[in-house]
């Protein structure tokens, strides 16, 4: 998982922006996507994707070689595709298999959670559900995710995740429902902790700033793994 901190970027996307469709510098987009790939030694260029709070799951390996990232909020992999989401306040999931033979990126927001974006990922990724680990990364927490009936409304099942604030509000916990809907597929749940909009100094937070930089979760499979 990436972090603000480092790259080029100026201004409010300071500065390891790695969000190519923010409103930062193109050519400094580039460069912090570069000293990304550098510092965590990929093998190849993450698979981005054109993320649009939906559930759509791509296989990534069945991608084009240097074609236009799909619309999709998730890919797996089971050879050697880097998996990437960005996110800025919503919830990064990656997905391992207990054997390494195929791993998992997938954004999931609250639309993306009321869609069902993790139960499709479990869904298109080969294997049962109980041989996945998954890790929760940095997201807005629920001190700081206030949200009104409408969104109360999108989880009837999961009323467990909020907390009335008053005014017509609601803490919502999205690391709540996704460990209560991976855990029901035996999922083995393993949570960050980690709240975007409480950390400035490490975390780019939509609902905090405005206008801000994405941070990228990132996996993939070892290309010589058995």
């Known amino acids: 998982m990436s972090t603000r901190v480092g790259g080029v970027s100026q201004g409010p996307f300071a500065?390891?922006?790695?969000?190519?469709?923010?409103?930062?510098?193109p050519a400094a987009v580039k460069d912090n996507r570069e000293r990304l790939?550098?510092?965590?030694?990929?093998?190849?260029?993450?698979?981005?994707l054109r993320q649009v709070h939906g559930r759509r799951i791509v296989a990534l390996d069945e991608m084009p070689a240097g074609g236009s990232p799909p619309e999709a909020d998730g890919g797996w992999s089971a050879a050697g595709a880097v998996c990437?989401?960005?996110?800025?306040?919503?919830?990064?999931?990656?997905?391992?298999?207990?054997?390494?033979?195929?791993?998992?990126?997938?954004h999931a927001g609250w639309r993306g959670l009321a869609a069902g974006v993790l139960e499709t990922a479990l869904a298109a990724?080969?294997?049962?559900?109980?041989?996945?680990?998954?890790?929760?990364?940095?997201?807005?927490?629920?001190?700081h995710f206030l949200v009104r009936e409408d969104v109360l409304a999108a989880f009837p099942d999961a009323v467990f995740a909020f907390r009335e604030a008053g005014d017509g509000q609601w803490h919502a916990d999205l690391a709540a429902i996704a460990a209560r809907r991976l855990g029901a597929h035996g999922v083995a749940v393993h949570d960050s902790g980690l709240c975007t909009a409480a950390d400035a100094q490490r975390f780019f937070s939509h609902r905090?700033?405005?206008?801000?930089?994405?941070?990228?979760?990132?996996?993939w499979r070892r290309r010589d793994a058995g």
């Open 208 to 219: 905090r700033d405005g206008r801000c930089g994405r941070m990228a979760a990132l996996i």
């Open 15 to 25: 500065r390891l922006n790695l969000g190519a469709l923010t409103e930062d510098d």
């Open 125 to 143: 990724v080969p294997g049962a559900s109980q041989d996945w680990l998954a890790w929760l990364g940095p997201r807005i927490g629920p001190a």
């Open 84 to 106: 990437a989401v960005l996110a800025a306040d919503c919830m990064p999931v990656l997905l391992a298999r207990r054997d390494g033979g195929a791993v998992a990126a997938v």
């Open 37 to 48: 790939r550098r510092a965590a030694a990929l093998p190849g260029e993450p698979s981005w």
